[in-house]
């Protein structure tokens, strides 16, 4: 199970990729092997404002239906439309081709991207998953 | 074992089981097109035998069971007095006075106790077996080819819906062609010493036919497109057969009486007061267990299965609707999470092999 040490995590298993103030967003390996074949993502417009902890879409498996929640506080900025013709990239691929969406979030004081304090580290969501069994 | 091959593992009905091993639309797609081997042993089996043990059953049950030939199986049911649905059943006839029963994991303290109480007065012994065996499933059109290359039994004599003894990579078994998924296949009844040893001999043999170990995801969407119920979800203790679509389990011209017999006679004549229908949609969003289904806009009934269909590559659902909805002429909807989606009334099953 792949957990790239330089994302931050959600407990609701999102991950997040900050380059200068923008976001990107997807779920993570352990997410999609728990919710099987992906079959379908439904992913906020960009323009939207989205808030961190907030439902922004829903991730359809074959088993279940999952609301997908965003990690940060800003505008969508892009959405992944590839995944409309292929959802089982966030199968395959769930940190490259299958990420989800992009969010343009606030800037801090040194000019640096905002992002919830409670984002967890690599090893802090490692740790989350294996309590999780 | 499972975790060896890098599973999924989930719990059900206090077992720990194999939801899937890689991806679940592989695993189905391989057993429409090749085979998938199931480890099915959360199965409850419960040994009915004596000289009074198809008359035990013929009152226990809904089906004629001692009208059943040794080496046949039959599908059935076993209901409360009220005509509830207590278990859907496969029971299967081993000898002229041995019957084998399979309920579904859950169920199987209900129906042994049931069983147990409603055979007394019989000359007959109903044992919980379940720890006995081990159940391995092997489904889809290469099965036969791939298990009759480890067997002593002539698969190609064997019927659908029959049963023999006989040996499985050495080990003895209690094998028939019976299953959940719409194809052709077998399930092995083996000791549980023996399970990965039969396990292993059939997964060798059948990986160059393209057959891979299967869980209990690609199983449910196999039997859902096969339009075959789930207990808990199409069959209940609130419903008798008759709203499944399965009056035909209850045998109401067999001798004496069963238990049942005369609710079910009544819900017989006054019809049911739901039906299970099939429905499809033409949309992305899946319409799952719960979601309420409406015709012409009224709420009219429910779904009790639902899923993306693999083979058809559209979402597929059972449900129930009040008897009385004209399901036929009526614009039906899905609310699926608030959104009222196109569904369309389907026959079902969804899907029939070609034979």
Request: hydrophobic fraction near 40%; charged fraction near 20%.
């Amino acid at each position: 199970m792949s957990i790239p040490a330089e994302l931050r995590y959600t407990p609701e298993h999102e991950w997040v990729s900050v380059e200068g103030t923008v976001a990107s967003v997807g779920i993570t390996e352990y997410a999609a092997q728990q919710l099987g074949d992906v079959v379908y993502v439904s992913l906020p417009s960009v323009g939207t404002a989205v808030t961190a902890g907030e439902p922004c879409g829903e991730v359809e498996s074959v088993k279940s239906v999952s609301d997908l929640y965003s990690p940060v506080d800003g505008e969508v900025t892009e959405v992944n439309t590839e995944l409309d013709d292929d959802p089982s990239l966030v199968n395959a691929e769930p940190y490259a081709a299958g990420w989800m969406f992009r969010v343009r979030v606030a800037q801090d004081g040194n000019g640096d991207a905002a992002l919830p304090p409670d984002l967890l580290s690599a090893a802090e969501y490692e740790e989350l998953t294996k309590s999780a069994g | 074992m499972h975790e060896r091959l890098g599973a999924v593992i989930t719990s059900f009905a206090g077992w720990q089981m194999p939801l899937r091993y890689g991806s679940e639309t592989a695993e189905h797609q391989a057993v429409r097109r090749a085979a998938g081997l199931f480890d099915l042993s959360h199965m409850g089996e419960i040994l009915v035998s004596g000289p009074g043990a198809g008359g035990a059953l013929d009152y226990g049950l809904t089906g004629f069971l001692s009208g059943l030939r040794p080496g046949r199986a039959r599908y059935t049911m076993i209901c409360a007095p009220d005509g509830g649905v207590l278990d859907d059943l496969v029971v299967y006839r081993r000898g002229e006075q041995e019957f084998l029963v399979i309920a579904n994991a859950a169920n199987t303290p209900v129906v042994f106790d049931e069983l147990r109480s409603r055979a007394a007065g019989f000359d007959a012994v109903v044992a919980d077996a379940t720890d006995d065996y081990a159940l391995i499933a092997i489904q889809g059109p290469a099965a036969a080819g791939i298990l009759g290359g480890l067997t002593d039994l002539d698969l190609g004599a064997m019927k659908y819906y029959a049963g023999a003894f006989g040996s499985v990579a050495g080990a003895p078994a209690w094998v028939a062609r019976t299953g959940y998924t719409g194809e052709d296949g077998f399930e092995v009844f083996g000791r549980p010493a023996d399970a990965v040893g039969i396990w292993d001999a059939l997964a060798s043999a059948g990986a160059s036919a393209g057959l891979v170990p299967a869980g209990l995801a690609a199983r449910d969407t196999l039997r859902l497109e096969a339009g075959m119920p789930l207990y808990g979800n199409e069959l209940g203790p609130d419903l008798t057969p008759f709203e499944a679509g399965l009056g035909r389990v209850v045998k109401f011209d067999k001798p004496g009486d069963f238990v049942g017999r005369s609710a079910l006679e009544a819900r017989s004549l006054a019809g049911p007061s739901r039906a299970l229908v099939g429905l499809t949609l033409q949309s992305r969003r899946v319409a799952r267990h719960g979601y309420p289904v409406f015709a012409d806009g009224i709420q009219a009934g429910a779904v009790t299965s639902g899923a993306p269909s693999p083979t058809l590559g559209h979402p597929i659902a059972m449900a129930y609707l009040t008897a009385g909805t004209d399901a036929r002429d009526a614009v039906l909807t899905v609310g699926i999470r608030g959104e009222a989606v196109p569904a369309q009334l389907t026959d079902l099953p969804f899907y029939s092999r070609s034979r």
